[in-house]
């Protein structure tokens, strides 16, 4: 016996879809990204060399920043805690390889693909609709181009990336993306609208 | 609607993106077994609850995750300092 | 009544006719008039009733300070029941109508009543009647006369918006000092927020006669506005700022007017580093004999129906003033070609330049005159003029214009603590120290010339940043000069002299109060009603203090203020609601095969999640269908979808010393693929979770919170690693929502799992109770553990959230022949009950520790110290008859959840209690059985007690709470 897998929205893996609820942008469901967390038992520093050399992915150390290789982005979560993008085949041996460098598991990559839903916004409105969710360290000064955070959006946690000016693609958690969608399909661009 | 600057991903956090953690500097005895009833009921307990300068702990929890230390002055409601969980407030 | 629409004049569109009705009159307005206007220019008299006394009341000013223009409004966008007239812009097809008059505001039957029992409407009514003699004889009456209209159950389908943001300079008022300020901004660099609640700039300039810089001031506005939008400035019209709070943090309601109304709301969220309280001020009413006639305005909307609106609120005017702007509402009026009004001033020197400029255009003045009364009922025809010495004299007239100062807007200041002290020059409360990084200018800080004004706004501006920029200059003829107090009208019956209109507060009101020794500030409001109102006591507040202080012999200033609170003006519960309604209120969580438990008819309850209670598949109603389901995970197999099973990896070196210090239980000596169960408590010993714990290698632990506490527990572990062990060697990966997770329970829970492919040993031996393995289950990485929670043979199997689904579909089916079923929660926790295992939050409180569900024997093995150890020692957690955890079976009826224990001896309530049932239901193998925490339960086995539930008292013995299977044959097997 084999299981199928669907993403969280309910298309195949691999795939990215639209979502034509929402209306004010163009709204896709991305289920051609995958994810591993990677903790560690000290302050990042300390581990980066080795993790990076298994990832093959330099490992950003400052809040914001996101490290790009052609096939993994490396966010930066915490002082110990990463989360890296990658394509959803690669989640395993991307674990195993950061396991298998850190045998007592002073660092520890885990499953991560599954923990999250991935959203990509396009379009002019996409910051007004973020902005209507998410607080302030969603500032025009301190959100550029190619960084991600952490931050509540919609009353919930999410992982924002802003990959252009209008392009956003947004992390939330498996289990809330139903809510998400429909809390974006649910706002309004009436003001901008009207001018 | 407090704001803090996390001392560890240096994001202004708005009051929804933090979670409050009480007094700080409070000791944990090292020695539980040790300790008298009296001593683990004050560290259990009881807090200064002062009006004017505060030490508090709160947690970047909408960001980095990250606990640190606070002086805030209850009347008022200033921030008098951040520092990081490893440093005492001197404020 | 007779205001009228002038033939010229106004800034509003004449060109552009709107038709809407008031009352289900057809009238016709203009673009650009607010509601207020537009009913006044088509002669409205009496647009609503008086909240206590039902008295007739008419639009009394142009702002939203008006506390009387209060109507159910219908536009093009839906209904609302109470807005305020001045704050509505008209649009075609409007309709307005009165919502405090029965069955209309001309002809109100209440009225006749009410002035039956208005005697006993008097300060502290409330109080006293809800004492004395037996409130629900007024109930009926007070509430039919009482509110501002009834919402009419209908969905309000206005578009909301958020929005937050930040700038440098928040300039809240875009009057002549908020304008300077930005003026004086132009060109630093910074990054302003200019706000005013009009749909335009311009504050008072919008109906003042001033020329700024050389030109007419609102030429000047436009040119300000416009370099500051040049500049990268935000201009925010029809906005309100309707909080202040900590951190520079504001609230604002932005709205959307289109050509059908009110279409949409935003509120922003804004956070700016310095503020600019450019917030100007109102004018105050003066409080005399029937001061409340429909034909009563304030003087400065006066000018503003004019010059703004071009509406002439009636044909002749009278203006009651103490102060020198009362002449200008005289020659304004005299210029817009109205009879020549009379001014009543009660000062014996008022400023020559004034009188001698009214008297040139014809205008009579009284001065040190007041009004003792008013002539005409519905509406105004003449004022009693009383001067100096006593004289009376009848003036006609059927308007009067009202300013006994100005009130500062200092709403938002107070809102963050300022304190509001007494100014003598205006006669007024205004914020002597303002919060940090707050500017005050203009109006809102007691100026009162044109001149200061704009030196204020300009010297905000360079407080923030120095520029080259120079101050506005202003040429304007006559300003308002100082205020000389007049509180109350020396002639005249208190009780008619209205000082609250919105909640019929009178002068002889606020003296009952003062009488009955209500005196200070936040009693007298509390007492009275007084500023109680929707409108906040805008127009009332300071008057009332001043009556009160002269009852009680004090100065204004010692009286003090009320306290300011958030919102500035009344908001829609909509705008705050934003999305948050129907499925947007509460974020739900799903699980990953929540449409599978739909087509199978789950019933979703939100446990956090949307978790199915039971399904309709397995029975047509809810007993029976849990029995069903109960009965397949004794004899066959139930399914059940324990996905938000908390899932916390604890990984790192030092993970099994980290880890052994949360759990009461010792897990240093828990091998690779095993699991223990245990509890975690606070440090002051009390249980806040229970769970199971798998050693997956030495240095990873696999920690299973309960699912309401997945995410604290993950962040109680962080919190402990940060904040108290910050040099061990552990790490925290909390991964709840990446695995799926199905139980399968029951006898046959082996052959199914065998059907699904487990890559591993699943034999009775290779896979003992409490073990763990990992491998693949359907071909995908899988992790399983043998745990029960039901005392049957039980698995756990975790896969990807993407196989959930399939994973869900496969056991089910798969499963068919076994008599495999979907188990719902409420099967689940019976379950779990026969068994007499512990459901947190449910059998334990606040106050439950290990000690009191049994687990003495595990805390006093442990001998490393863990959270809670020690308060358990504590000798309140170590006396003697705390509750414990015991199971009862009933000996008379049915026992009832939530029943009260009774103490010994006692057969009635009341007496005290000695604990209650934490979990009772109906077991198909058991019968009715249940578990409670009983002071000294664990000492009282076989003892019949007493339960008090649903008013009936029954009997229940103390069991064990271990109802089937207590040899644990089941479990094993």
Partial sequence: ?195 | MIVLNCPYCGQDRHEEELTYGGEAEIIRPLEPEEASDELWTEYLYFRTNPKGTHHEQWCCSGGCGQWFKVARDTVSHDILEVVTFDKRLSA | MSGYRLKSGGRIDRSKPLNFTFDGRAMQGFAGDTLSSAILANGVGTIGRSFKYHRPRGIYAAGIEDPNAMLEVVDGHGREPGLRAGQVHLVEGLQARSVTGWPSPQFDLVSAATRLMSPFMTAGFYYKTLKWPNWSWYEEAVRKAAGFGAPDGTVDGRQREYRHASCDVLVIGAGPAGLAAVSSLKGSGRDVVLVDHASSAGGALRWEAAQIDGSEGMIWADKVVADCQADGGQVLLNTFVTGAYEGNYFTLIESLVDHRGLKAERIWKLRAREIIMATGAVDRPLVYQNNDRPGTFLSTSVRQFISEYGVAPGKRLAIFTNNDSGYLTALQAAAAGMATPVVIDTRSAPSAAHVEAAREKGIEVFVQSQVADVVGGRGLRAVRVVDQAGKIRTVSCDAIALTGGATPMIHLAAHRGAKPIYDEASASFVCATLPKGWHGAGAATGSRELADVLAQGHAAGQAIVATVNSAPVANVALGMGDVVPMWQAKTGSAKKMFVDLQNDVKASDVQLAAQENYISAEHLKRYSTLGMGTDQGRTSNINGLAIMAAATGREVAKVGTTTFRPPYTATRMGAIAHHRQNDGFAPRRRMPAHSDHASNGAQFEDFGWQRPDWYTKNGSDREAAVGIEMTAVRTGVGVFDASPLGKVEVVGPDARVFINKFYVSNLATLKPGRIRYSVMCHDDGIIFDDGVVACVDDNFFLAGPTSGNAETVGAWFERWRQTEWPDMAVAIAPVTSNWAAIALAGPKARDLLARLSPDFDISGEGFAHMHFREGTIGGVPARAARVSFTGELQYEIAVPARYGQALMQAALSEGADLGAVPVGMEAWLRLRLEKGYLHLGADTNGRTTPLDIGMGGVVMKKAADFIGKRALSLPYNASEGREELVGLKPVDAPIKIGGRILADGYAQIPCPSIGNVTSACDSPLAGNIAMALIEGGSKRMGEKVKIYAEGKITEAEVCSPVFVDPQNERLHA
């Avoid at chain 1, 993994?72 to 395993?92: F, M, N, Q, V, Y």
């Fill in chain 1, 1 to 195: 016996m084999m299981l199928t897998a669907v993403s969280p929205m309910g298309i195949a893996i691999g795939k990215s879809a639209a979502l034509p609820a929402i209306t004010v942008v163009e709204a896709q469901e991305r289920s051609d990204i995958g994810a591993v967390l990677i903790v560690t038992t000290r302050d990042g520093g300390g581990f980066a060399e080795t993790l990076s050399k298994a990832l093959g992915c330099t490992l950003p150390l400052t809040h914001g920043d996101v490290l790009q290789t052609v096939d993994k982005r490396a966010i930066w979560l915490t002082p110990r805690s990463w989360i890296i993008l990658c394509a959803p085949d690669d989640e395993a041996d991307l674990v195993a390889a950061i396991n298998k460098a850190f045998p007592d598991r002073e660092a520890n990559a885990s499953r991560f693909s599954d923990a999250l839903a991935w959203l990509t916004l396009d379009g002019e409105a996409a910051e007004n609709l973020l902005r209507q969710g998410s607080f302030l360290s969603f500032e025009p000064l301190g959100f550029p181009i190619g960084h991600g955070k952490r931050t509540p959006l919609a009353g919930i946690p999410a992982i924002i990336l802003r990959e252009s000016e209008a392009r956003w693609t947004i992390g939330v958690e498996r289990s809330r993306a139903q809510y998400f969608c429909t809390w974006l399909a649910g706002l309004t661009n009436s003001f901008e609208a009207a001018q």
